[in-house]
Each structure stands twice: as C-alpha cells, then as structure tokens.
C-alpha cells in the first residue's frame, strides 16, 4: 500500500488481535528495485488497531 504518515512510500500493512481484547495496525515500509527489495524494520511504526475478530472479554 502507499501511505503518506507516519512516513511516505509504499508499506507493508499488518494487522494483528489477540483473543485478550488487543488489536494493532502496524506498516513497515519497503522499496523494491530491479536489483532488491529493502524492507525497513526500523523505520516500523504501529497503532492501536479495531478489534475485528475477537468478541469483548467478559
């Protein structure tokens, strides 16, 4: 996907649940050429993501 924040450029997107009740959205950017793909773990970022899966606790 291409994203503009928390940087510009094309990302991975990532969506994560654990059955607890926590959800997270993380991208991590990534550049492809002729010669490589370079993905960027530092440069991660991540955010509370929405509960999709996973019913409230009780």
């Known amino acids: 996907m291409?994203?503009?924040?928390?940087?510009?450029?094309?990302?991975i997107k990532t969506v994560l649940e654990h059955r607890a009740g926590w959800a997270l959205d993380v991208l991590v950017p990534y550049l492809v050429s002729r010669?490589?793909?370079?993905?960027d773990l530092d440069a991660a970022d991540g955010a509370v993501g929405i509960r999709r899966l996973w019913v409230e606790p009780e």
């Open 35 to 39: 010669d490589e793909i370079r993905i």
């Open 2 to 11: 291409t994203v503009s924040k928390p940087f510009t450029g094309t990302a």
